[in-house]
């Protein structure tokens, strides 16, 4: 969610950078044809399955990852033939010998296992498990945003924004974590909403999780529009292209974006752990993973924080698991940049067809 809500701000901060009304004598972009609507639609199937693959391969898959435990107490064996009428050999063992299979590999070690046992356990829509909750995760967080109003250049301004909502709205991510790591559950995904005392033990971790995550992201911004960096995507030379000032304000973004990504990879990783720890009893997980996280985790009935910390939630996480769960976002961030270079290709090649032209009106110049 950090990262999607990341870049969701970079694609604003370029857009309101890059948006200006096109005086008079200015080109601007024409649709012609039976053409464009085929762009149009190109353009939504981009859209369509680059968001189920980020979710699904994205956040979805590299959760479960995060908290799949590498050694299960799981073993299979399998029983030797016993022949009754065989004689006794003094020199043989008493018990029956038995062979242990070698132990199965996590389920979430390949992409292609994950989905066939979410499908297994529940359902052909498993792979949107928990949709709902992160649609009305979006809608408040849009709501929350659109009562704090802000300059697009005040970066300092967006960071502590952007903290404080992620905080507000820290029990609706850890609702998103229940539903997507446990089993089905008859419960309507509002009432897999915690109450107070839930939020008051999550906050802290959203907070670290956001201000790692954001910081990494809007300093870089801040120190940038510092330098004088955004003046000429915020004043474009008379004659330049949109295009052009669309991909100045993108080349800039894309560092900060960049760096930000990286950290928020063992940020989330220590937030999606912490939340797991909390996950009620009444719920059974999806895929194996201790709840105690090694003796970590005490019940609050017991007096206990009821929840991993901080700190035990990346101490925990052992070196198999961080494997699984970094190959989970890289096999996930590469299947994305092969959808984004397909529908490129195909948006390109339209452009060049004549579906969309940049000119004056009546020249497809």
Request: aromatic content about 10%; glycine content about 6%; charged content about 15%.
């Amino acid at each position: 969610m950090a990262i999607s809500s990341l870049v969701r701000r970079g694609v604003e901060a370029v857009s309101d950078i890059s948006s200006q009304q096109p005086a008079p004598n200015q080109p601007t972009i024409h649709f012609a044809g039976w053409l464009s609507a085929l762009f149009v639609f190109t353009v939504l199937a981009f859209i369509a399955i680059g968001f189920s693959v980020e979710y699904t391969y994205g956040m979805l898959i590299p959760t479960l990852a995060a908290i799949e435990d590498s050694n299960p107490d799981i073993y299979v064996r399998i029983d030797t033939n016993h022949d009754a009428n065989k004689p006794v050999d003094a020199s043989e063992p008493d018990v029956d010998p038995e062979i242990e299979a070698p132990r199965p590999q996590p389920i979430t070690s390949k992409l292609r296992t994950t989905i066939q046992h979410l499908r297994n356990r529940a359902g052909f829509l498993s792979r949107f498990r928990g949709l709902s909750m992160l649609t009305t995760y979006g809608i408040a967080q849009v709501m929350v945003l659109s009562i704090m109003p802000f300059s697009i250049d005040a970066f300092l301004s967006q960071f502590f924004v952007s903290m404080i909502t992620s905080v507000l709205l820290a029990n609706l991510q850890l609702a998103w974590v229940h539903i997507v790591i446990s089993e089905p559950s008859p419960k309507r995904f509002y009432q897999r909403i915690p109450g107070f005392d839930a939020w008051k033990k999550i906050a802290p971790v959203v907070a670290f999780e956001h201000t790692v995550t954001a910081a990494a992201y809007y300093i870089p911004l801040a120190l940038i529009s510092a330098c004088g960096g955004f003046k000429g995507a915020e004043n474009p030379t008379d004659g330049d292209a949109p295009a052009k000032t669309i991909a100045s304000a993108a080349t800039l973004v894309a560092l900060p974006a960049l760096l930000s990504f990286v950290v928020s990879i063992p940020a989330r990783a220590i937030f999606i752990r912490v939340a797991a720890s909390m996950l009620p009893e009444e719920h059974e997980s999806i895929v194996p993973f201790d709840r105690s996280f090694g003796g970590k985790v005490s019940p609050a009935i017991v007096g206990g924080s009821g929840k991993l910390s901080i700190m035990d939630a990346w101490k925990t996480f052992d070196r198999p698991a961080l494997t699984r769960f970094v190959k989970a976002i890289a096999k996930g961030f590469a299947i994305e940049v092969a959808v984004v270079a397909l529908f490129g290709t195909l948006l390109i090649v339209q452009v060049w067809a004549g579906a969309v032209t940049y000119g004056f009106t009546g020249n497809n110049a």
